[in-house]
């Protein structure tokens, strides 16, 4: 089946610092890339959509400033954290989608931890 | 506005039960229907989807599911479980108006030895 890589799978920062989080389609061109959010003991929330070239769609109460997403790629979609805060400690989850099979495939997950 | 329903949030089973866990969702157009699986420390899995035709899907590990559309449900089921099987189950699902994958909020089955 296709697979989907993230990087890093673990990653802890400072207060007001950035991370970057990437987002591999390791055997199809995605042309849609799904970027989203788990809190524990929680479903998966849906932060944004983007795909290859153009802005991403932000869902509603997503900070489309302190969630920056790049999709340059067919198979290459990353999210920087902006100065990060505690509160955006969490499980960060992208998936993707492409082939014109209409079907997401996830990747294993960032857990960020904002000291 | 679409949504998914897990009725079941935790279910133990024994070994070699059977399982059938619900998902009912909230829509009256044309959907695609999904069951993902997260295993302890691992990634979303797709276990099986249905889009058209059979309503009775199989799909991987000896998983089905059924979709009836007079009741909004596609309920996963598998006639004997394995302690393998502890996991949290997502019942998920796209539609015509929608792309966009809204998730159940998960079944966790515990299958003990």
């Known amino acids: 089946g296709a697979v989907v890589s993230q990087h890093p799978s673990r990653v802890i920062c400072k207060s007001g610092t950035s991370v970057k989080i990437e987002c591999r389609s390791l055997?199809?061109?995605?042309?849609?890339m799904f970027w989203y959010r788990q809190f524990p003991k929680q479903s998966l929330m849906l932060m944004a959509t983007?795909?290859?070239?153009?802005?991403?769609?932000?869902e509603q109460g997503v900070e489309k400033d302190k969630f920056l997403i790049n999709h340059a790629s067919l198979t290459l979609s990353t999210l920087t954290v902006t100065s990060a805060h505690p509160e955006d400690s969490s499980f960060y989850i992208c998936s993707a989608e492409g082939g014109g099979i209409e079907t997401q495939y996830f990747g294993p997950g960032t857990r960020l931890l904002v000291l | 506005a679409q949504s998914v329903s897990q009725h079941n949030h935790h279910v133990i089973l024994s070994e070699a039960a059977s399982l059938e866990l619900g998902c009912n969702y909230s829509y009256g157009g044309t959907v695609n229907l999904f069951w993902y699986v997260q295993y302890p420390g691992q990634h979303l899995q797709l276990l099986l989807k249905?889009?058209?035709?059979?309503?009775l899907v199989k799909g991987i590990k000896g998983f089905e599911a059924e979709f009836i559309k007079s009741k909004f449900s596609f309920n996963l089921r598998k006639p004997s479980v394995q302690w393998s099987d502890t996991a949290e189950y997502f019942c998920?699902?796209?539609?015509?108006?929608?792309?966009?994958?809204?998730f159940g909020s998960g079944t966790r089955l515990l299958v003990r030895p």
């Open positions: 998920a699902v796209t539609s015509d108006s929608s792309y966009k994958l809204i």
């Open positions: 983007s795909n290859e070239g153009s802005k991403a769609t932000y």
């Open positions: 249905y889009f058209s035709g059979d309503p």
């Open positions: 055997d199809f061109q995605a042309t849609t």
